[in-house]
């Protein structure tokens, strides 16, 4: 599991090195478009003010949709008390440095006004990625072409991952008694195949929307995955506060403790509550905050109809 963050960081590398590249003139030739005064000139740092800021709210929480995933491979590694927390610590330095540098050394490249006009004139938004964008428009066709190959091995890591996580989910709620027991079946491997090939169904409905109605299914599609993870994150937020307080009370000391927990866990819950705002403020997208409150109450009274009467679960609270 940690390998395929490893892998994905990896591609991200790439685009920050490719990028950082761009940056060294060639053959004598200076751009003065190349700047790092793009990151507070046309506009101003933010140019749409902090409104701008917090409409974006949602679609950034998208780009980070996943890290919970780290959680599930505290099942798989032999030492998860070591591994676990420092995966963690090394997420937030990855973040700053791939995710944050690379945004710093493509606006760099390119003002962001003309990048979002080369965006809408190639076709919308979400038509391209803006690395291959801002590559193509300097010029640097190869790179161009070396970014679509990096991005579609990212697409597959990220792909490769969610298959692993929703199939491990599945296969758990399977042996809990929360889901249909087919999906507690493996091969001789050990492989639950059927818990694979649910996600996979699914992914082929969604490769057929985006041929059917290509312009908007990709919106529709991000709001979704918002609206799922600020009900996971969620759950995940009340989950920790709840631990926190009963290893309080039984006198059982964190191994690796939050930081200014429970004041950050009241902090994150404001976040998700922010983004539902932001995601019922944008009509292209507010079907999906909508749809936040009548799927948990779906979930509800499916497990009430379906889960068993009594489930004990152990959990080791150190």
Same mark, same amino acid.
Request: proline share 4%.
């Given at each position: 599991? #940690?390998?395929?963050?490893?892998?994905?960081?990896?591609?991200?590398?790439?685009?920050?090195?490719?990028?950082?590249?761009?940056? =060294?003139?060639?053959? /004598?030739?200076?751009? &003065?478009?190349?700047?790092?005064?793009?990151?507070?000139?046309?506009?101003?740092? %933010?140019?749409?003010?902090?409104?701008?800021?917090?409409?974006?709210?949602?679609?950034?929480?998208?780009?980070? /949709? /996943?890290?919970?995933?780290?959680?599930?491979?505290?099942?798989?590694?032999?030492?998860?008390?070591?591994?676990?927390?420092?995966?963690?610590?090394?997420? =937030? #330095?990855?973040?700053?440095?791939?995710?944050?540098?690379?945004?710093?050394?493509?606006?760099?490249?390119? &003002?962001?006004? +003309?990048? =979002?006009?080369? %965006?809408?004139?190639? /076709?919308? +938004?979400?038509?391209?990625?803006?690395?291959?964008?801002?590559?193509?428009?300097?010029?640097?066709?190869?790179? +161009?072409?070396?970014?679509?190959?990096?991005?579609?091995?990212?697409?597959?890591? =990220?792909?490769?991952?969610?298959?692993?996580?929703?199939?491990r989910l599945l296969y758990g709620m399977a042996l809990e008694g929360n889901a249909p027991k087919s999906l507690m079946q493996v091969n001789r491997r050990g492989v639950p195949v059927r818990a694979i090939v649910y996600p996979g169904i699914v992914t082929v409905f969604c490769i057929v929307l985006n041929y059917v109605a290509p312009a908007g299914v990709i919106e529709l599609l991000m709001s979704l995955i918002v609206a799922a993870l600020v009900i996971t994150w969620v759950v995940v937020i009340v989950a920790h506060m709840g631990f926190r307080m009963s290893s309080k009370e039984k006198g059982i000391a964190a191994r690796f403790p939050a930081p200014l927990a429970p004041f950050t866990n009241y902090l994150c819950l404001l976040a998700m509550a922010v983004v539902v705002v932001v995601m019922l403020l944008t009509p292209a997208i507010r079907v999906s905050a909508i749809a936040i409150p009548i799927w948990m109450a779906i979930v509800y009274v499916s497990y009430r109809i379906v889960a068993p009467k009594t489930l004990q679960v152990p959990v080791d609270a150190s």
């Open positions: 599991m #940690y390998q395929v963050w490893d892998f994905a960081m990896f591609n991200l590398s790439v685009d920050s090195k490719l990028a950082s590249f761009a940056l =060294v003139p060639r053959r /004598g030739r200076v751009d &003065p478009n190349q700047s790092i005064s793009n990151l507070w000139s046309h506009g101003g740092f %933010l140019p749409n003010g902090i409104s701008g800021l917090g409409m974006s709210f949602a679609f950034i929480m998208f780009a980070f /949709g /996943g890290v919970e995933m780290l959680g599930f491979a505290a099942a798989e590694t032999d030492e998860p008390r070591r591994v676990i927390p420092k995966a963690i610590n090394q997420l =937030v #330095y990855r973040v700053l440095v791939f995710y944050i540098g690379s945004m710093v050394v493509l606006l760099s490249l390119t &003002p962001w006004n +003309a990048l =979002v006009a080369q %965006l809408k004139a190639g /076709g919308g +938004a979400y038509s391209s990625s803006p690395f291959v964008r801002v590559f193509s428009g300097i010029g640097a066709h190869f790179a +161009a072409h070396i970014l679509n190959f990096v991005i579609l091995t990212a697409t597959l890591s =990220v792909y490769n991952s969610m298959v692993y996580s929703s199939s």
